[in-house]
């Protein structure tokens, strides 16, 4: 009996064992199932190169620190923000005391190049898979790979190129580790030449009308070719270029310049390539280029805007505003024709306007309110409001609960008075996650105004048409003043400043003034601190250096 | 329940009375060594269920025994005596050779102590009983060589981190811990009351572990009942009363004001406060943000035995509230334990252990900016409780903390039921196969709710829509062990031991997770998925799942000649799914030696001498980190907006690295172990050194081209360096009995170690952490040469006095506050290139201590019983890091000795809003975190035997303790022993939620 149980406990043990062994080949580390997908088996139908797509476009919503900086380092705004030492990257460009540490012009190289890769990603593997509408797709890529070099260039100069002559035709490389020893920098005039190169592929590749509102059009290659022919001084390709678009492509002018900012003019007549952003998803301050909203627009908003009630005195009175009386706030504003309603939220009052700035546009300009709000104005039209509170009813020391509304704010680092109201917060954006990093406007990256007035400055500079340079120009300020009496008749030389002026005006808080300034060789004369000979680029982050080893040299002069 | 039982004993005893006329046993149990009376010793009458424990004095009576019944005398490290009853009996035990010592496990099996060629630390359950840790692994803290425990977080249900003879890896240093033979992830799923001991495997013998032993092991032992002992019920109870271990020294409200003044007069700014004379002291955030709170844990347990089962049961709740909002912060910990041996026959015996385990917890944001401190001591002392900032004056981050607290809802809930079953078959006498499945399943929810809120203009943690987000995870492992175990003596001379088998470990689960928007009436009561009604366009929800794999073949020989010379080589091979086919397995050898020197003839007979050994060991372990790095997986993020709308699409993950493999330590290990003077006196000494190669490097810092910035993406994890332990370990323990009513010990370990990067292979230095707002600059470095870690910053060298001193000094327009003013700091001029700028930067400290210690003292006399446990960390230091850099936050009451003119300081810069470079990363920042901490005292007092008898008891004690006693240290931070546990940025102090302080009365009742 004894002997038994110990047979079967000997057999029960033997079998566990075994089994324990027989399972145990190293087959049974494979058997995993982690749910990825492999990068490099993929773009195998056509909703793999879309999804991929989407990709290359997310790093657009990164190039708002491109556009905040543009302004920021241009004689057209001060940095502003908190205090002198909030965001110090910021602020160093603001003074041109900017060395190759920089936390922020990091985040210019990092980011567009991260857009690189994404493009080059998918242009690896362009030829894997056929399908109907592969080329447009692929001419997609290649304009968003010349959008994010074009950027490149403007910041950095000469740059990396990964089989470069490869590139030229079409083909796409990834970096991969040690190429930042091994990829030199490639010249300007060759980042150039493949930024053409990209957009001449994307032009005859491309409808002038999009499967989405979104997407790039023919119409947004033609301009950005243009504008890189531009920015090159090649007037006789950019007029080329430019003048058909101007002629065939779908575009005009808004009637309104003011609405073109709110978030109802998006995507308008006017608009050639447009940046997308939403309020529906944010992010958090360690990923700032992860959120899908426009980061810059929060950076700029009122510090701390705020309507308080007020006796007759202008003294503060403890006791909640009710919403009865944001809502009779906002409809005597709209009743008043201020603002066309709306207020702005709040926001953290980096790139400010200057007086210089203000004091530029001309008597009878409507683009003046349109783009710099005067915060005091705005204040003086809201405080002698008098207000009923039917909600609260008497207030200790107020009789019949009437108070006066005082809008206040504070004033930040730098405070001129005027902020960029183009690209404000609006008021009653959803911003979702973090409010001031969430917000939905889009960034009019070329608008139709631009187009007319690169195309006036290279029929002009090139010595080409000066009279159709005058039209072009002339359609943007009859515009601006509703007349034509304002229109410029002047030719030559004069007529150059002229549109230079122009440019400075209708773009004004968009991001073009540093670089226009640059290209036209008038930014030492403009910008205070500004060193020619150094400052037309800004450093190569220190660390890419190092990473480097000797690979690539620094710009001039840092 | 308990009374049940003791009625239920009480009865049978009748029954048995009614049946024969018995006798009433009494008697004195002694050791026949020494003649001293052994306390504890189990006499049970054979065959039956009653029985006694001797007392004190070697006492024990046991009544109502049959006159012909045989008593079972049993001891631990005393050979077992059967003995007629009879009505007096005293009784000598035998020493028991072969058991003399502590039997130690080693992995795979288990060793007598004595017999240890391996560097091993023991906690046994006495220790945990007088420290009363809430978490297991407080125990260790102090009280071994070689091991420290830390913690970034005093709040309820934080879990600790252990780290054995330092940091060696940037990426993992955790070691691996095994309960009764599984694997786990923490010791959080155990209740202290519930653990035998705690053994800590440290050198090369933890090869037989493999690729998972280079952090060390550290092996639990679960209580279990003993063979042919008397059931005994314990009930352990203790309350007690918490409270915080520190408060930061701030400026009161005249003191503050009176700096916000300067500083904005300092940058031409007008005064914010007109009349500072009568404003006082003003609020003391923290006063009012910190409670007392309450803590209770109840315990109660059921062991025994008989000839071949053994039992034990136990269950536990611990209920500690939180020195915060406690009814935000809280834990809830429920314990079921269940240990029961069964041996089948003589050849089978079986082993179940069995835990279930539960836990509930709240918790307000804790750690560094957005955290509820933070708030407390960056807020104005001039507002009110219930003010929020709407000016605002404080910046985009920092809200009311009360108001913060009243907006915090979350719950997380959890529960796991972890064990094991064993069985062990004797095939021959010298043949043992064991065959065990450990498994532990544990699965937890959570749920967020993040109302509409407004604290003022800008603040970042408005919010806009109410959110719910909950989530809903599964975490599975097995561990499946079968070895085989040969032993046998050859011609009593040699002894030899082989062990060989097989381990297959398996973990996987999965989680889903979503988020519900516009929550019904902005209330928690409505807080559901089910009940919101909103939806963003976003992808709020998502899931995941994880399977890594391991496998593994070991074998082990060891051998002795006459227990005198020892010797053991072991080697393991394993296979990991967390790496490519190519790089997945690998051999894992180490050889350990002894020598006792004491079984020698010519130390035999010696008087002073009791026992030595010297030992070695040498071998290489694996630390396996670096899961799926080889896989290039289509992870990042791609969301844009087209038509209107948010679209999603697909991009890179982080850069792959195809060539990743794990981290190999090569450990060195000479020891020596010694008792003199009749045991009384004990020394274990070590040193060690340890080589960690092929470290893997997270998150390589890498040139921006790659593109690795890019949402979702990041660095490559990449084997590119090697780092060096080296250290000495000293124990030395004295207990002696000075009279029959009077015994103590005194013991003091102390471990040294120096951790040092020898090779990084990338192209710039490893940086990591992060020091203030906007500061590009990390503060934490690995470089060749250096501590891991340590930190790299400007150096200081007093304060700028005059404009004259500024002018003659290298210029400081290099760093981003540009020129200095005097009151400013002056910083080195390191590289010597007369100018001061991001160059200078240099060592200016390291976050890990040099040396940890324990001092422990316990002393009994009579019924009473003393002790205390004290543990001190020396030469760490601590990044100030709590301090927001905005013109009207509160500050430390340091400031107070501020430069405010020619002479007044040379160590606290102005007070200005202006753009300085005092903020910059600098020694001025660091402080010497070293630190003694009284750990634990307590004071005990046991009922006299008498008494217990006279109550039926076995065991009645009563004691009151103190944890965390007092903290003697120079650091002006919460804590100075909290560390957020990285190797590269750890020791920067976000703002911890400092270490409570617990005042406990309890009572332990055992029958």
């Known amino acids: 009996m004894k002997n038994n149980k110990n047979i079967i406990s000997a057999i029960l043990v033997f079998t566990l064992v075994a089994t324990g062994i027989y399972s145990c080949s190293d087959e049974f580390l494979d058997e995993t199932q982690n749910y990825n997908i492999d990068s490099e088996t993929y773009f195998n139908s056509k909703d793999d190169y879309y999804m991929a797509l989407i990709g290359v476009y997310d790093l657009l919503q990164a190039s708002y620190v491109n556009v905040l900086l543009g302004e920021i380092a241009s004689d057209n705004t001060l940095c502003g923000g908190d205090s002198a030492t909030d965001v110090p990257g910021f602020q160093q460009i603001d003074d041109m005391s900017h060395t190759s540490v920089n936390s922020n012009l990091r985040d210019v190289w990092s980011w567009m190049f991260a857009g690189v890769n994404r493009a080059n990603y998918f242009l690896e593997f362009q030829d894997k898979t056929e399908f109907e509408g592969r080329n447009a797709m692929v001419a997609e890529v290649r304009f968003l790979r010349a959008y994010y070099h074009f950027e490149l260039v403007k910041w950095f100069g000469a740059l990396p190129i990964k089989n470069y002559d490869a590139a030229l035709q079409g083909a796409g490389t990834r970096f991969v580790p040690g190429d930042e020893l091994s990829v030199s920098r490639s010249s300007v005039e060759e980042v150039y030449a493949l930024i053409e190169s990209d957009l001449m592929f994307a032009v005859s590749n491309l409808e002038y009308s999009s499967l989405q509102v979104g997407r790039v059009t023919k119409g947004a290659a033609e301009a950005l070719l243009g504008k890189a022919y531009l920015y090159q001084d090649k007037f006789s390709d950019a007029a080329t270029v430019f003048d058909n678009v101007i002629n065939n492509g779908p575009y005009q002018l808004a009637i309104s310049y003011a609405s073109i900012f709110e978030n109802q003019g998006e995507n308008n007549v006017e608009s050639v390539f447009e940046v997308q952003y939403t309020d529906g998803e944010g992010a958090g301050f360690d990923c700032l280029q992860c959120s899908e909203g426009n980061v810059a627009v929060g950076f700029m908003g009122i510090r701390a805007p705020s309507y308080k009630p007020v006796d007759e005195n202008g003294e503060p009175f403890t006791g909640a505003i009710s919403e009865s009386i944001v809502s009779q706030l906002e409809g005597i504003l709209t009743s008043n024709g201020f603002l066309e309603g709306r207020l702005f939220d709040g926001g953290y009052s980096f790139n400010v306007p200057t007086q210089e700035v203000a004091d530029v546009f001309e008597e009878g300009d409507s683009r003046k309110d349109i783009s710099i709000l005067d915060i005091q104005d705005l204040s003086n039209s809201i405080a002698p409001i008098q207000f009923q509170d039917d909600e609260f009813g008497t207030v200790t020391g107020i009789e019949n609960g009437a108070y006066f509304i005082d809008y206040s704010w504070v004033n930040g680092y730098e405070h001129t008075g005027y902020y960029n109201r183009k690209y404000l917060p609006r008021r009653g954006d959803l911003g979702e996650g973090d409010p001031n990093l969430t917000n939905p406007n889009n960034y009019r990256s070329i608008r139709f105004a631009d187009v007319l007035l690169m195309a006036a400055e290279a029929n002009n500079r090139g010595g080409i048409d000066d009279s159709k340079a005058q039209v072009y120009l002339n359609m943007v300020r009859t515009r601006a003043f509703g007349t034509n009496a304002n229109n410029v008749t002047a030719a030559g030389t004069e007529l150059t400043d002229a549109i230079y002026h122009e440019r400075r005006v209708e773009l004004v808080g968009e991001g073009h003034r540093f670089f226009d300034l640059v290209r036209t060789s008038q930014a030492s004369s403009e910008i205070e601190g500004f060193q020619a000979g150094k400052h037309e680029l800004f450093p190569i982050p220190i660390q890419e250096i190092q990473f480097s080893n000797g690979n690539w040299s620094q710009n001039p002069n840092y | ?1007």
């Open chain 2, 1 to 1007: 329940m308990k009374k049940i039982f003791y009625t239920l004993l009480v009865s049978l005893t009748f029954a048995t009375t009614a049946m024969a006329q018995n006798i009433s046993v009494s008697g004195t149990v002694k050791s026949s060594a020494d003649g001293l009376p052994l306390i504890g010793v189990n006499i049970i009458v054979k065959n039956t269920s009653s029985g006694a424990v001797s007392d004190f004095d070697g006492n024990f009576t046991i009544s109502n025994v049959q006159p012909n019944a045989t008593l079972v005398f049993t001891y631990v490290g005393f050979e077992t005596l059967e003995l007629p009853a009879a009505s007096v009996m005293n009784v000598d035990l035998e020493e028991d050779n072969e058991s003399l010592d502590e039997i130690v496990l080693i992995g795979y099996g288990s060793k007598s102590r004595k017999d240890l060629t391996g560097s091993v630390s023991i906690v046994g359950s006495e220790t945990i009983e007088k420290l009363k840790p809430v978490d297991v692994s407080q125990a260790l803290q102090g009280t071994t060589t070689g091991v420290s425990v830390s913690t970034q977080s005093g709040s309820p249900g934080s879990g600790f981190r252990f780290l054995i003879r330092g940091v060696s890896s940037n990426t993992d240093n955790d070691p691996l811990l095994v309960v009764d033979g599984y694997i786990v992830s923490s010791f959080n799923s155990l209740n202290p009351d519930d653990i035998e001991s705690l053994t800590v495997l440290k050198d090369a013998q933890a090869a037989i572990y493999g690729v998972e032993g280079a952090n060390g092991v550290i092996l639990v032992t679960t209580k279990k009942g003993k063979k042919n002992t008397a059931p005994q019920v314990s009930y352990n109870t203790y309350a007690g009363i918490q409270e915080t271990t520190k408060k930061l020294s701030l400026l009161n409200a005249s003191e503050y004001a009176a700096l916000v003044n300067e500083s904005y007069a300092a940058n031409g700014q007008s005064l914010p406060y007109s009349n500072i004379a009568g404003l006082g002291a003003g609020t003391n955030w923290q006063d009012e943000l910190f409670d007392q709170a309450l803590m209770t844990n109840h315990n109660v347990s059921l062991s025994g035995g008989t000839d071949n089962v053994t039992y034990y049961l136990g269950a536990t709740r611990l209920d500690q509230d939180g020195i915060i909002a406690s009814d935000k912060s809280n834990y809830i910990r429920d314990n079921i334990k269940l240990n029961l041996g069964i041996d089948i026959n003589d050849r089978l015996k079986s082993t179940i252990n069995l835990n279930y385990f539960s836990n509930k917890r709240k918790t307000i944001n804790e750690s560094g900016l957005g955290s509820v401190l933070f708030n407390a001591i960056s807020y104005s002392p001039l507002f009110a409780l219930d003010q929020e900032d709407l000016a605002p004056i404080f910046g985009a981050e920092i809200i009311n903390p009360f108001s913060q607290i009243r907006d915090t809802y979350n719950t997380y809930f959890g529960s796991s039921i972890e064990g094991n079953f064993q069985l062990d078959y004797k095939l021959t006498d010298d043949l043992t196969v064991t065959s065990r499945m450990g498994f532990k399943t544990y699965s937890d929810k959570g749920k967020t709710f993040s109302p509409i809120v407004d604290y003022g203009p800008n603040k970042v943690f408005n919010t806009s829509r109410s959110t719910v987000s909950q989530s809903k995870n599964q975490y599975d492992s097995y561990t499946w062990d079968t070895f085989a175990t040969y032993k046998k003596s050859i011609a009593d001379k040699h002894n030899l031991e082989a062990t060989v088998g097989t381990t297959v470990i398996k973990n996987w689960g999965d989680g889903l997770f979503a988020t519900g928007f516009d929550v019904p009436n902005n209330s928690w009561d409505f807080a559901d998925i089910a009940l919101t009604t909103g939806t963003s366009d976003a992808k709020e929800n998502g899931s995941y799942t994880y399977d890594n794999r391991l496998l593994s073949y070991f074998g082990r020989l060891q051998y002795d000649f006459k227990g005198k010379y020892l010797l053991s080589a072991m080697i393991r091979r394993d296979g990991s799914s967390a790496f490519a086919k190519d790089n997945r397995i690998d051999y894992f050898k180490s050889v350990t030696a002894g020598w006792k020197i004491s079984d020698e003839n010519f130390l035999k007979d010696s008087e002073v001498i009791d026992f030595l050994k010297i030992r070695g060991s040498y071998g290489t372990l694996g630390n396996l980190v670096g899961n799926d790095l080889y896989r290039s997986a289509l992870s990042g993020e791609a969301t844009y907006v087209f038509d209107g709308a948010l679209t999603n699409g697909v991009a890179n993950g982080p850069i792959a690295n195809a060539n990743a493999k794990w981290e190999t330590a090569e450990k060195l290990d000479i020891g020596l172990d010694a008792k003199f003077f009749g045991n009384k006196l004990e020394i274990v000494a070590d040193y060690f050194l340890e080589d960690r190669v092929d470290l893997l490097i997270p998150g390589l810092p890498v040139s921006g081209i790659l593109g690795t910035t890019a949402p979702g993406s990041g660095s490559p994890t990449v084997n590119a360096g090697t780092t060096r332990s080296e250290g000495l370990e000293f124990l030395i323990n004295y207990s002696d009995n000075i009279t029959d009513d009077l015994s103590y010990n005194v013991s003091y370990n102390v471990t040294k170690i120096e951790g040092t990067v020898i090779d990084v292979n990338a192209e710039v230095p490893l940086t990591g952490g992060s020091f203030g707002v906007g500061q590009p600059l990390p503060p934490s470095r690995m470089e060749n040469g250096q501590p891991i870690g340590y930190f790299y910053g400007l150096q200081t060298d007093g304060i700028f006095q005059t404009q004259a001193e500024v002018d003659a000094y290298p210029s400081q327009a290099g760093l981003p506050g540009g020129v200095a003013s005097p009151g400013d700091i002056r910083f080195v001029d390191v590289n010597g290139d007369g100018e001061i700028n991001s160059d200078d930067r240099t060592f200016i400290g390291k976050p890990l201590a040099d040396y940890y210690m324990g001092f422990n003292f316990s002393v009994n006399y009579k019924s009473f019983d003393l002790s205390v446990y004290t543990y001190a960390e020396v030469g760490k230091d601590m990044v100030r890091n709590y301090e927001r850099d905005e013109p009207d936050v509160n500050r430390l009451d340091f400031y107070l000795d501020r430069w405010t003119g020619p002479g007044t300081s040379n160590t606290v810069p102005r007070a200005t809003t202006g753009a300085t470079n005092n903020k910059l990363f600098s020694d001025f920042y660091v402080e010497d975190a070293s630190f003694v901490r009284i750990q634990n005292i307590q004071i005990g007092y046991s009922l006299p035997q008498e008494t217990l008898e006279a109550i039926g008891m076995s065991k009645v004690r009563l004691y009151a303790s103190v944890n965390n006693a007092f903290t003697f240290t120079n650091y002006k931070g919460f804590d100075p022993a909290a560390t957020n546990g990285a190797a590269l940025g750890g020791g920067i102090d976000y703002g911890f939620y400092p270490t409570v302080r617990q005042y406990i009365l309890g009572l332990n009742i055992s029958f």
